[in-house]
């Protein structure tokens, strides 16, 4: 068992959680509320930012080319290919993908990126990829899983999207290979804290789904600051 494997073992009952959750089952169906999808387009485009913002971060904590090359890689990847799965949802309220940028992050969202900022800031590069690995992990689990329940046509309104997640296995690979590079090297305290921060952003996509199927906003009149 490598180390990622038993985060993997350590965290099913979130990813089995995340599997059942109905905004996710509702991609499948290919039934979702319009405005749902729209409350979750526009706070995942101000996820991938801080995303993009997190792998610079462990780009700067790099020491060898292969890591720089493959953050840099990554970020190429999440600028322009992640558009794709965005696009799909985009289509299907019948909203302008531009309409859908510069709005600031919901409660639960707002809490994911700090967990991954603070993990970029404050620690190593193997808790900052421990902080990561959940989100293309999860996804790369839910298409497939997804994929596989449903088996869906190219009429499918979310087809498109359930292909893009289901066939990212790579990007979930790579990672898991350099985390169980380091955290092979690592004292057993930074191994507890890569724990800890896996889990707690499995918790958080579990949080992002109902986010998004609540429309859930901040509370009071004041408008939030972005
Ligand atoms: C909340 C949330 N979690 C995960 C993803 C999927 N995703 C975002 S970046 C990335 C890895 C790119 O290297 C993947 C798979 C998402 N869109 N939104």
Known sequence: MTFTDDLKKENEDIFQMIFDHPFVQGIGKGELPKEAVEHYIKADFEFLNAFIQVYSLALSKSVNR?????FH???????????????????????????????????????????????????????????????????LEIGQKLIN????????????????????????????????????????????RIKDAFRKSCQLELAFWEM?????TWSGELAVIK
């Open 66 to 70: 292969e890591d720089m090359a493959y």
């Open 73 to 139: 890689e990554q970020i190429q990847f999440t600028l322009y290919d992640e558009v794709k799965p965005h696009l799909n949802f985009s289509e299907y309220i019948g909203v302008r993908f531009e309409d859908l940028q510069g709005h600031p992050l919901p409660p639960s969202g707002d809490h994911y990126i700090k967990h991954m900022l603070y993990h970029a800031n404050m620690g190593t590069l193997a808790e900052t990829l421990g902080a990561l690995l959940p989100c293309p992990w999860t996804y």
């Open 149 to 192: 329940k449903y088996q869906p046509t190219k009429e499918h309104p979310f087809y498109k999207w359930m292909h893009f997640y289901a066939e990212s296995g790579k990007e979930t690979e790579e990672m898991r290979k350099r985390l169980d590079v380091l955290a092979a090297n690592s004292p057993v305290d930074e191994q507890n």
């Open 212 to 216: 998004s199927l609540t429309c859930e």
